[in-house]
């Protein structure tokens, strides 16, 4: 395969990877509803998405560097913890809207920032693209340099677009005002990110 096809290949993996909502609008969804600003949730965006890619990359590197034989294994992990921490945020967040129903407004209990954060971190550099695996596999017959230069462009494009994405949403969420989406927030998040997490147990 030709460098070029290398190239484009790697970029279009990239930007339909970063597209999934799994990758930036569960940041928005759970940003938004801890109240976080703008800046803190695209500083989170980026920490993540760059944990993203490395673990992306250093698979990819491995994968280009032993066999292919590591693929079953990362599809099937990159599955698991991406789907999991999805559901389990999601049914948090369901059985505190639930709960914030039943209980005085003021004596519910945000889940901490700090284990939100951590969550979502972990979410995002726990779950490498499996599809860009077999694209290094095949470039391991190429120079380091090459290879590098494929990590670049999986790096630049997938950490640009999910900030793009993230900042566009942001900037739309804001801008919704509905009574009934504001008293039931926690359920509607929670709901979507369980929903996020059977998409990616299944896509």
Request: charged fraction near 10%.
């Amino acid at each position: 395969m030709s460098l070029n096809s290398l190239i484009v290949g790697t970029l279009t993996i990239s930007i339909f990877h970063a597209v999934l909502p799994s990758h930036w609008l569960t940041f928005v969804l759970v940003g938004s509803a801890q109240r976080w600003s703008k800046r803190k949730i695209m500083k989170l965006m980026f920490l993540a998405g760059s944990g993203h890619v490395l673990m992306t990359t250093i698979l990819g590197l491995v994968a280009a560097s032993i066999a292919k034989g590591v693929l079953p294994y990362l599809e099937y992990f990159d599955t698991f913890v991406t789907s999991g921490i999805l559901i389990g945020l999601g049914l948090v967040y369901i059985f505190i809207g639930i709960r914030n129903k039943t209980k005085n407004h003021d004596l519910t209990h945000e889940p901490s920032n700090k284990a939100t954060e951590t969550s979502l971190f972990l979410m995002l550099t726990l779950s490498p693209c499996v599809a860009m695996i077999p694209v290094f596999f095949v470039a391991g017959t190429m120079t380091w340099s090459t290879l590098l230069m494929l990590s670049l462009v999986v790096t630049l494009s997938t950490i640009g677009i999910m900030l793009s994405l993230t900042f566009l949403a942001l900037t739309g969420y804001k801008r919704i005002h509905v009574p009934w989406l504001e008293r039931n927030e926690k359920t509607v998040v929670g709901t979507i990110l369980f929903c996020l997490g059977i998409f990616a147990l299944f896509v």
